[in-house]
């Protein structure tokens, strides 16, 4: 017994990266979940992530906290989206900037790939997870600024992020397919809030929140007629919820829409903003997409694997 055990502590030794042995992790904080991921991914065992936003948590609204700041403070790189998503903590990224690595991931994006801000003249739509073509960029930023922090692991950074391009080249393929299958007057996208502008540009598909582009803007009266108007014009038969946003706007679309004589159902729960419980696969970027495009054709009509691109959607469709 003790002379296996030693054996398979042997060889589990051997297995192990010579690196991995010569420093601890790097302390990386992450405020998406979206940027947690693809930092785990790249970092593999070089990393060690503290996330800030977990699920359910709205980016927009959150404000730092007593202990986000001590981790924060204790990081070797601090990683945020940017493109005012984290709207709140703006001034403090700034201020901490100038003490630390903070990087803002998604600012590097060529602003001709980016869409308007609804609400702002001169801010960009902060959603770019929604195209994994264009997380892409943040993903090569992240490798990027993880081979400046630990430069002889340069390598490692890039096997791991050749490898995780790949699996978003697969999604976006799978986009691409599943999303083209649900007929064009189906192609219609109603959710809480206006975090899905670039999916609809990229699939052509119209897109219509309830809130603007942050989940701050006040949604007015006249804009849940105007969708109740819109649901019943286009006989919709499914609008979305939003798992980092409270349903009671919808809920005020749908009854709006029956008070008309439209019967409008729920197609699903998307992840907008934030990923599902982590552990599983939709706590993670491409089971969060898997799951949003697979549950969007699914619910237009389209037919769609059960359980996904991977096979691995827990709830299924
Ligand atoms: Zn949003």
């Not at 990027?144 to 890039?158: K, Q």
């Not at 083209?180 to 189906?186: D, G, I, L």
């Not at 929140?209 to 108007?229: H, K, M, P, W, Y």
Request: aromatic share 8%; hydrophobic share 45%.
């Amino acid at each position: 017994m003790i002379r296996r055990s030693f054996l398979a502590a042997l060889a589990f030794a051997a297995a192990l990266p010579l690196t991995a042995w010569a420093e601890a992790p790097l302390k990386v904080v992450a405020t998406t979940g979206m940027i947690a991921d693809a930092t785990r991914q790249v970092g593999g065992d070089q990393v060690e992530v503290k996330g800030l936003m977990g699920p359910g948590v709205d980016p927009h609204a959150y404000r730092q906290t007593r202990s986000d700041i001590v981790a924060m403070t204790r990081a070797d790189v601090v990683l945020w989206h940017g493109l005012y998503l984290e709207a709140q903590m703006e001034d403090f990224f700034r201020d901490l900037a100038r003490k630390q690595t903070v990087v803002a991931v998604a600012e590097g994006i060529d602003k001709s790939k980016l869409r308007a801000h609804d609400d702002y003249a001169d801010k960009y739509d902060p959603h770019v997870w929604m195209s994994p073509d264009l997380w892409r960029e943040v993903v090569i930023e992240i490798q990027d600024t993880l081979t400046e922090a630990r430069p002889e692991a340069a390598d490692i950074f890039a096997a791991n992020a050749q490898a995780h391009l790949a699996e978003l080249e697969q999604l976006q393929a799978y986009a691409d397919q599943t999303l083209a299958a649900v007929s064009e007057q189906n192609r219609v996208l109603v959710t809480a809030h206006d975090a899905f502008g670039y999916f609809g540009a990229e699939h052509g598909y119209e897109v219509m929140g309830i809130q603007g582009i942050s989940t701050q803007s006040e949604a007015g009266l006249n804009r849940i007629g105007e969708l109740v108007d819109t649901l019943v014009d286009k006989q919709l038969k499914a609008v979305f919820v939003e798992s980092s946003v409270s349903d009671r706007l919808m809920r005020a679309l749908i009854e709006g829409a029956a008070a008309k004589g439209h019967d409008v159902g729920v197609g699903g729960e998307l992840y907008s903003d934030a990923m599902g419980e982590p552990g599983t696969y939709e706590g993670t970027y491409v089971g969060m997409l898997d799951h949003n495009i697979t549950t969007i054709a699914g619910a237009l009509g389209a037919d769609v694997p059960e359980r996904g691109m991977n096979g691995k959607l827990s709830a299924g469709y």
